[in-house]
């Protein structure tokens, strides 16, 4: 795979076979905070959840409405939604890496926990990214 800078796919490419950074960067996104709802639900059920995001606080459905409307939004090409979604991913960065540790003490430390935290924050990292990809012009052409 050749990388160059460009804004147009190359001529006589199939949109079938072209698939674009927004397309990738919403479905690395659902993934992440898929497995974000799927650990919080988790740690409701086994009864080690931070008690200010469980799965009956308003943070915690307002969170992942707006990342999932995020997701979506990666999706469009207009200049004003990436630069929505890439602020939108670096502040969820700096909350994963700042602020989350401060909260996943010892009965959050499970074999899950780790996993969750680990995955969830490479797959923001890749999202972002692939924004920033995006926001640059870049198009990886198949050789």
């Known amino acids: 795979?050749?990388?160059?800078?460009?804004?147009?796919?190359?001529?006589?490419?199939s949109s079938a076979r072209t698939t674009t950074y927004g397309r990738q960067m919403s479905g690395v996104m659902l993934a992440a905070f898929a497995l974000s709802v799927v650990h919080t639900v988790y740690a409701a059920v086994a009864g080690i959840e931070d008690p200010t995001f469980t799965v009956t606080t308003p943070l915690a459905w307002g969170f992942y409405a707006v990342a999932f409307a995020?997701?979506?939004l990666a999706r469009r090409p207009g200049r004003a939604a990436q630069a929505t979604v890439l602020?939108?991913?670096?502040s969820t960065l700096l909350i994963a890496v700042f602020y989350y540790p401060t909260t996943f003490g010892p009965e959050q430390q499970t074999v899950f926990g780790w996993f969750?935290?680990?995955?969830y924050v490479g797959?923001?990292?890749?999202?972002t990214y692939l924004g920033v990809q995006r926001w640059r012009g870049t198009v990886i052409r198949p050789s």
Do not use: I
């Open 1 to 13: 795979m050749t990388t160059t800078q460009s804004t147009a796919a190359p001529s006589g490419t």
């Open 70 to 72: 995020m997701s979506a």
């Open 87 to 90: 602020a939108f991913l670096a």
């Open 116 to 119: 969750e935290n680990d995955v």
């Open 123 to 127: 797959l923001l990292v890749v999202a």
